[in-house]
Nanobody
Framework: QLQFVESGGGLVQPGGSLRLSCAIS????????IGWFRQAPGKEREGVSC????????HYADSVKGRFTISRDNYLNTVYLQMNNLKPEDTAVYHC???????????????????WGRGTQVTVSS
């Protein structure tokens, strides 16, 4: 059983930056690949980025490539999402998640069930 707590969201102007954190507690956190996902009102959930357990395998959605950077600190059991050059279309609730056997690949697929945080709101608006 893993627990996730996301933080770092807020209101930012277009072109601004935010750094999201996902603090994870539980057993063998370092063994899990972790994904960041977002959901805007009225839209389907979208995979944003994922990172393998070792941090060597990383993928991004096309919509955020070149602007977002995912990283993890396995000593602190924390996964980060640095978001630069934010756009209004990045507005959403951002969640981190994983499940047993979750694999990070170019699809950045959502876990079918697994473990999810409650999310942090990111609003990009002038």
């Amino acid at each position: 059983q893993l627990q996730f707590v996301e933080s770092g969201g807020g209101l930012v102007q277009p072109g601004g930056s935010l750094r999201l954190s996902c603090a994870i507690s539980g057993y063998n956190v370092h063994a899990y690949a972790i994904g960041w996902f977002r959901q805007a009102p009225g839209k389907e959930r979208e995979g944003v980025s994922c990172i393998s357990s070792s941090g060597t395998n990383i993928h991004y959605a096309d919509s955020v490539k070149g602007r977002f950077t995912i990283s993890r600190d396995n000593y602190l059991n924390t996964v980060y999402l640095q978001m630069n050059n934010l756009k209004p279309e990045d507005t959403a609730v951002y969640h981190c998640a994983t499940e047993s056997g979750y694999y990070c690949d170019a699809s950045v697929r959502s876990p079918d069930s697994g473990f999810w945080g409650r999310g942090t709101q990111v609003t990009v608006s002038s």
